[in-house]
């Protein structure tokens, strides 16, 4: 009890010493127990990051143990071109950082079902690790002394920083290639909210590769790859008259789809045709054999804007971001509501 006391009265006499001089106080130890970060928010899991990391190649089917920086400065560089901003590979390293140590968090020395023999894995299933030699061999000549010194610079310079949403580490700091204009809520594309992962205009992606993408099909190969993607499904009837787009998301992408008689996720559509966001439009024009009669004749067109699942942060967007001047952290805290990063 008396040594108790005597703590508090050490860390009291600490604050008020500590405090006028303008030097930033954690009151609290590393661990369970709450500190209060540099702009007073309190941290209910304030994480400390390990040395190393397992990570499982999948095609291998073994696992390796890597250097956590340098793991986060390798998915940095896979998932992200290294002739984007600074402060955009910034950004996406605190993600990738993130990303990996709410995986540690979470299976500690396991791992999910998929691989549960270590945390993370090197596919697009959690991200993408391409360890730097495989990194420097399929780049061109050069990109060693510049992408990839640009991209361990940026690393460097947010080494250990995570992000944070209400005093905890943030476990789903998800990303995508491009949005086309605003992201998505988490409950639109995936299966719960996510307060940090809501709608959110993206206005600077104008160097994105991916806007107003045509996919044609004929109403022939349109109807043959949805039925093969639900055979399951009783579509009945498919003609341009019962495909219509039903609803739209709060990010604008395709909510519901009506085909036939069936009603589909847009989602599903996106995936079951390959286009590259459910951001889409549809129309029907008089293919090449229209012999002004036949439905089948038709042609099925979908306009498509960005790439990916439109949930967090949109690289190209980040990119645009800072060529417009913002800095990492004001990109983060843009496509992730709410968050802090520490
Ligand atoms: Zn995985």
Same mark, same amino acid.
């Given at each position: 009890?008396?040594?108790?006391?005597?703590?508090?009265?050490?860390?009291? &006499?600490?604050?008020?010493?500590?405090?006028?001089?303008? #030097?930033?106080?954690?009151?609290? =130890?590393?661990?369970?127990?709450?500190? +209060?970060?540099?702009?007073?928010?309190?941290?209910?899991?304030? &994480?400390?990051?390990?040395?190393?990391?397992?990570?499982?190649?999948?095609?291998?089917?073994?696992?390796?143990?890597?250097?956590?920086?340098?793991?986060?400065?390798?998915?940095?560089?896979?998932?992200? @071109?290294?002739?984007?901003?600074?402060?955009?590979?910034?950004?996406?390293?605190?993600?990738?950082?993130?990303?990996?140590?709410?995986?540690?968090?979470?299976?500690? %020395?396991?791992?999910?079902?998929?691989?549960?023999?270590?945390?993370?894995?090197? =596919?697009?299933?959690?991200? #993408?690790?391409? @360890?730097?030699?495989?990194?420097?061999?399929?780049?061109?000549?050069?990109?060693?002394?510049?992408?990839?010194?640009? &991209?361990?610079?940026?690393?460097?310079?947010?080494?250990?920083?995570?992000?944070?949403? !209400?005093?905890?580490?943030?476990?789903?700091?998800?990303?995508?290639?491009?949005?086309?204009?605003?992201?998505?809520?988490?409950?639109?594309?995936?299966?719960?909210? #996510?307060?940090?992962?809501?709608?959110?205009?993206? @206005?600077?992606?104008?160097?994105?590769?991916?806007?107003?993408?045509?996919?044609?099909?004929?109403?022939?190969?349109? +109807?043959?790859?949805?039925?093969?993607?639900?055979?399951?499904? !009783?579509?009945?009837?498919?003609? @341009?008259?019962?495909?219509?787009?039903?609803?739209?998301?709060?990010?604008?992408?395709?909510?519901?789809?009506?085909?036939?008689?069936?009603?589909?996720?847009?989602?599903?559509?996106?995936?079951?045709?390959?286009?590259?966001?459910?951001?889409?439009?549809?129309?029907?024009?008089?293919?090449?054999?229209?012999?002004?009669?036949?439905?089948?004749?038709?042609?099925?067109?979908? =306009?498509?804007?960005?790439?990916?699942?439109?949930?967090?942060? %949109?690289?190209?967007?980040?990119?645009?971001?800072?060529?417009?001047?913002? !800095?990492?952290?004001?990109?983060?805290?843009?496509?992730? %509501?709410? #968050?802090?990063?520490?």
């Amino acid at each position: 009890m008396f040594r108790d006391y005597l703590q508090i009265a050490v860390a009291t &006499v600490m604050c008020v010493l500590l405090v006028p001089l303008g #030097v930033v106080v954690a009151a609290g =130890t590393l661990g369970d127990v709450n500190i +209060k970060g540099l702009q007073g928010v309190s941290f209910k899991d304030k &994480v400390q990051i390990p040395a190393t990391i397992e990570v499982w190649d999948a095609a291998e089917k073994k696992c390796s143990e890597v250097d956590f920086e340098a793991y986060t400065a390798c998915v940095t560089a896979s998932e992200m @071109p290294a002739d984007f901003h600074e402060e955009a590979i910034r950004a996406q390293s605190i993600a990738a950082r993130t990303y990996a140590m709410s995986k540690i968090k979470k299976y500690g %020395s396991g791992g999910p079902e998929e691989h549960p023999e270590a945390p993370v894995c090197n =596919t697009t299933h959690c991200q #993408v690790y391409k @360890p730097e030699a495989e990194l420097i061999s399929i780049h061109k000549k050069g990109w060693e002394e510049e992408g990839w010194a640009k &991209v361990k610079k940026a690393c460097k310079d947010t080494e250990g920083q995570l992000l944070y949403y !209400d005093g905890k580490l943030v476990n789903q700091p998800l990303f995508f290639s491009s949005s086309g204009g605003q992201t998505e809520n988490s409950e639109d594309v995936f299966v719960s909210a #996510v307060p940090y992962l809501v709608s959110v205009s993206s @206005p600077y992606e104008e160097e994105t590769t991916h806007r107003d993408e045509e996919t044609v099909l004929s109403m022939k190969e349109f +109807k043959k790859k949805i039925r093969a993607a639900f055979p399951e499904k !009783d579509f009945g009837e498919i003609n @341009p008259a019962s495909v219509k787009i039903i609803s739209r998301t709060a990010g604008g992408r395709t909510d519901k789809m009506q085909i036939g008689d069936v009603t589909l996720k847009g989602t599903q559509v996106r995936s079951a045709l390959g286009l590259s966001s459910a951001l889409f439009s549809i129309s029907f024009r008089e293919g090449s054999g229209w012999n002004g009669s036949s439905d089948s004749q038709m042609e099925i067109v979908f =306009t498509s804007s960005g790439s990916g699942h439109g949930v967090g942060m %949109s690289q190209y967007g980040a990119d645009g971001m800072a060529k417009e001047g913002y !800095d990492y952290k004001e990109i983060l805290k843009h496509y992730y %509501s709410g #968050v802090e990063i520490y």
